[in-house]
């Protein structure tokens, strides 16, 4: 495993994707920043970050031999480490909302975008970007229901032990899916799901608004809701949205 520390760029998952394409890298190579530039999140979303205070960091994990058809367990072993950290760090009501934000108290405390290589219909190497909000207290007017481990906590963390901490979380769980402990995975990442099995109202990508509840994840990784008149429609990240 190499660490690779810089004082700003613009994205550490960037800077690590041309890395990759120039060299082969060991696998759990971490490009971790000070300042982030140009930091990303799903849905070419921004990821706003105080500079020194936050984790924002990029793992390269490689040797996954995994079926594209089974995608979904790579999203489900990430998010679930994610949540492990928090969890040893007693934070409370924490959850996670599909596809793999991590929600503590209903406010987001992390982000997560994964980017994969794949070859012969296998997902063979991933770059994970992480956004985990920790010493940060103040935060821009547009970011709506964001929180950080300070504010939850009261406690200043230390940045490098949380990354060790988290790539211990992370391997473990990476070392189930290659173990294809699909069915541990989903349960797990089920039991923990944001608004599962309670009523709801989402706005699909025409801004109608509906209820429903969710109640799981299909084969393909889209999220499922059951609708007022009980019938399951399935949903893509672009298609719905808490209202």
């Known amino acids: 495993m190499k660490i690779i520390k810089l004082n700003a760029i613009d994205s550490t998952s960037s ?18 920043a000070n300042t982030q530039t140009n930091g990303r999140g799903q849905q070419s979303n921004s990821w706003v970050s105080e500079p020194g ?4 960091m990029s793992v390269f994990v490689t040797n ?35 596809p ?3 929600m503590a ?5 992390c982000g997560i975008l ?24 103040n935060f821009p007017a547009f970011l709506k229901q964001v929180t950080s481990l ?17 790539l211990h979380h992370l391997k473990k769980r990476i070392a189930l899916l290659q173990s294809k ?19 709801t109202m989402f706005k699909d990508s025409q801004a109608h608004l509906f209820m429903g509840k969710i109640i799981g994840i299909s084969a393909s990784g889209n999220l499922l809701i059951e609708l007022e008149n009980e019938t399951v429609k399935e949903f893509g990240i672009k298609e719905v949205s808490l209202a």
Not at 15 to 32: D, H, R
Not at 73 to 88: E, G, V
Not at 160 to 165: E, N, P, V
């Open 64 to 98: 996954l031999n995994l079926p594209i058809t089974n995608q979904k367990y790579l999203n489900f072993s990430i998010s679930l480490a994610i949540f492990d950290l928090l969890s040893t760090l007693q934070i409370n009501a924490l959850t996670i909302k599909w």
């Open 105 to 109: 108290v209903h406010q987001k405390i």
């Open 150 to 166: 300070k504010l939850l906590n009261n406690t200043v963390y230390d940045l490098d032990i949380l990354m060790t901490a988290l």
């Open 114 to 137: 994964v980017e994969n290589a794949i070859r012969n219909q296998k997902i063979q190497s991933s770059i994970i970007g992480i956004g985990l909000n920790v010493n940060q207290t």
């Open 181 to 199: 402990a699909y069915h541990q995975l989903e349960t797990d990442y089920l039991e923990v799901l944001y608004k599962k099995n309670s009523p």
């Open 100 to 102: 793999n934000d991590i």
């Open 53 to 56: 205070k936050n984790l924002t």
């Open 15 to 32: 800077f690590l994707k041309e890395l990759s394409k120039q060299s082969t890298l060991q696998n759990y190579t971490v490009v971790v």
